[in-house]
């Protein structure tokens, strides 16, 4: 949390040092921003590392305001047992129980990492589209099978609510929320300024490893798919692999990874494609065929579906 805490201040502080300085022009609402870093009851909080951070105060009702925003950065959890903890506070039940009334004022909020799940858990995603951090997606989907979960986006704003995916797009969310106060010029702006790259997509971040850890039918899904990435598979061989028919194939797909049948065989194609592009000088065109695509242009298609950039640009990424 403190490291995601520094930098989404860091990143509206820088924005709103450039609209006071006047190197933006057309700016809204930063030159009088103020941020306060509060706590469920005003008292500091240990970090991570059990470093004490200091805080302005308590998180009540009464101080929110119609234009204030609620930002909830994550902490970090590797698993579904850490989210199980963090959910079982005490303090975080209070913050939860809080959001509700927070969003029924006419404040936004706003979350990345685990903290999506306090979103979700307050119910404000119901029925939206969210994003979570990457390798926490099967139990968010578990526990919150209402919220229409995009996990490769990086970021989402879904107008009242606006979520991001791991600890570092708390960067991304803070300069969505910095164009959403002032203007998408004073965010790229602040972006360049600190060297933060755009990152539409994480699912180029998305390990099959732990998607089909869940499942072990998905498991030896993939392993079949992997044996024959160089040709095409038909969804009645797909469910022969599996020792299940076709329908009962589909819907665990659906149910573990919001997938199709067809959309987790090109998951796994693009998974592979981006480790030999990454390990390989092979063209894209050799690529393609490896994987199982004898066009090409079709190959360029999936890869920016599922990757969110091209093949080309996985091989050399910004920066």
């Given at each position: 949390m403190e490291g995601a805490l520094g930098l989404g201040l860091d990143v509206v502080d820088t924005a709103a040092r450039l609209v006071r300085a006047g190197i933006v022009?057309?700016?809204?609402?930063?030159?009088?921003l103020q941020q306060r870093v509060v706590s469920h009851d005003g008292k500091s909080v240990p970090s991570v590392q059990r470093r004490a951070i200091s805080v302005d105060g308590a998180f009540e009702l009464r101080s929110v305001r119609s234009g204030d925003v609620v930002v909830i950065p994550g902490v970090?959890?590797?698993k579904d047992s850490s989210i199980e903890r963090i959910l079982a506070r005490s303090d975080v039940h209070r913050v939860v129980s809080l959001l509700p009334g927070a969003a029924h004022k006419g404040a936004l909020i706003a979350a990345s990492c685990s903290a999506t799940f306090l979103l979700a858990?307050?119910?404000?995603?119901?029925g939206k589209r969210a994003t979570t951090t990457w390798w926490l997606m099967p139990s968010f989907q578990r526990r919150y099978p209402r919220v229409d979960l995009r996990p490769d986006r990086m970021l989402i704003d879904a107008?009242?609510?606006?979520?991001?995916?791991?600890a570092f797009a708390h960067a991304d969310l803070m300069l969505a929320v910095v164009a959403r106060l002032s203007s998408p010029s004073v965010a790229n702006l602040a972006a360049r300024y600190l060297l933060l790259d755009a990152r539409a997509s994480q699912a180029r971040y998305m390990v099959m490893d732990h998607l089909q850890s869940f499942d072990p039918l998905l498991r030896t899904l993939e392993d079949f798919i992997t044996a024959n990435i160089d040709r095409q598979l038909s969804l009645a061989e797909l469910a022969r692999a599996v020792g299940a028919s076709p329908r009962t194939l589909a819907r665990r797909l659906d149910a573990s990874v919001r997938m199709t049948p067809?959309?987790?065989?090109?998951?796994?194609?693009?998974?592979?494609?981006?480790?030999?592009?990454?390990?390989t000088r092979a063209s894209v065109e050799e690529v393609a065929a490896r994987v199982g695509y004898a066009d090409a242009a079709a190959f360029r298609r999936v890869f920016r579906q599922?990757?969110?950039?091209?093949?080309?640009?996985?091989r050399t990424p910004a920066g």
């Open positions: 022009s057309h700016a809204r609402s930063l030159r009088s970090f959890a590797t858990a307050a119910g404000l995603l119901d107008g009242g609510v606006m979520t991001a995916g791991s067809h959309g987790f065989v090109q998951r796994v194609r693009v998974a592979h494609a981006a480790h030999l592009l990454e390990t599922h990757a969110g950039m091209s093949p080309r640009d996985h």
